[in-house]
């Protein structure tokens, strides 16, 4: 499966940034879907995931509450809204798909080019 990450960009701390990656290829409803993010010096980590159908999700302590994963498989496509925004987002967002619903991101055999997210204080 391809994976296409878009959505990124600047905002202020606060704002509000919806990120969408679009899968092609293989049957996208048969794969788990993972949002992770690397800051400059950082270890990648995990953001968010969701289980194939959309009724199971997980994320980090550090966005629950602010971020939201979602899908429509209809449009082979996962989105991640943030709100409440901090400087401490600050990061590449990747997606990333796998048969296995997981928050490890190497257990993922899938992955997006990545989309850079800034947030100024």
């Known amino acids: 499966v391809q994976l296409q990450a878009s959505g990124g960009g600047m905002v202020q701390a606060g704002g509000s940034l919806r990120l969408s990656c679009a899968a092609s290829?293989?049957?996208?409803?048969?794969?788990?879907m993972g949002w992770f993010r690397q800051a400059p010096g950082k270890e990648r980590e995990f953001v968010a995931a969701?289980?194939?159908?959309?009724?199971?999700?997980y994320y980090a302590d550090s966005v629950k509450g602010r971020f939201t994963i979602s899908r429509t498989n209809a449009k082979n496509t996962v989105y991640l809204q943030m709100n409440s925004l901090k400087p401490e987002d600050t990061a590449v967002y990747y997606c990333?798909?796998?048969?296995?619903?997981?928050?490890?991101?190497?257990?993922?055999?899938?992955w997006g080019q990545g989309t850079q997210v800034t947030v100024s204080s």
């Open positions: 290829g293989r049957t996208f409803s048969s794969y788990a």
């Open positions: 990333a798909a796998d048969t296995i619903f997981t928050v490890v991101p190497t257990m993922y055999d899938y």
């Open positions: 969701i289980n194939w159908s959309g009724d199971s999700t």
